[in-house]
């Protein structure tokens, strides 16, 4: 079935620590999408991209970073400069980034030990 | 500056209802609309979308009304199912903008 995969489906932090989150998508889309989702509340896009090898910075992209060396694989690192990590992490992709409907992945909770 | 929101955070229905979930949004320059339904511990899932130069469009018992003079989106779940329980969700965006903007979302509660 095609759809997009987020692994693993819980992480954990250290303090000092960077983490990557894994995003696959097997759609064929061009452009990817991460959000980050706080308890109670809506998405905020950390990074998206319109095409491999290119992305752009969302609304909260700070201690965050990003690759696109393939068209179907967009990780997302959670750097130590990211002061409040813990949350809910959603990956998303779409044809193309306007006007589309953006399909997730069932997400990756971070957590701090 | 651009905002979306919801106008109901809980909104409480019983099996077999009608249920209507509101949404405002701020930016006069949005064209682009949609709506997601998230349950615990999973990610959205698309419902439908609608475009400004419509102001509605019908799905599988669902149905998305537009108005553009208020500003204004609404999401109607016919014969609302305890399966419909979940957090939905409205999103915008504008030509420019290369992403979604998201509310806060609305908890819809279906009683047997």
């Known amino acids: 079935d095609g759809g997009i995969t987020q692994s693993p489906k819980y992480l954990f932090r250290k303090e000092g620590q960077n983490v990557t989150l894994s995003c696959e998508q097997n759609?064929?889309?061009?452009?990817m999408y991460w959000y980050r989702q706080d308890p109670g509340q809506g998405l905020r896009l950390i990074y998206y991209?319109?095409?491999?090898?290119?992305?752009q910075k969302g609304d909260i992209a700070e201690g965050y970073s990003v690759s696109r060396e393939k068209k179907e694989s967009f990780p997302l690192t959670v750097t130590s400069a990211q002061k409040n990590p813990t949350a809910f992490y959603l990956c998303?992709?779409?044809?193309?980034?306007?006007?589309?409907?953006?399909?997730f992945g069932d997400g990756t909770r971070l957590s701090i030990l | 500056g651009e905002s979306v929101g919801l106008h109901l955070p809980t909104l409480s229905v019983q099996e077999g209802d009608n249920s209507i979930i509101n949404c405002a949004y701020s930016n006069s320059a949005s064209d682009y609309f949609i709506w997601y339904k998230q349950e615990s511990g999973k990610g959205p899932q698309f419902i439908i979308d609608?475009?400004?130069?419509?102001d509605k469009r019908q799905g599988q018992r669902v149905t998305v009304l537009l108005n553009k003079t208020v500003k204004h989106l609404s999401l109607q779940i016919a014969a609302t199912q305890p399966g419909d329980s979940a957090v939905y969700f409205c999103a915008e965006s504008y030509t420019g903008r290369r992403a979604l903007t998201f509310g806060s979302g609305t908890r819809l509660q279906v009683q047997p």
């Open positions: 991209s319109q095409i491999v090898n290119d992305f």
């Open positions: 609608i475009r400004s130069n419509m």
């Open positions: 998303a992709s779409s044809r193309t980034v306007i006007n589309q409907p953006q399909h």
């Open positions: 759609l064929n889309h061009d452009a």
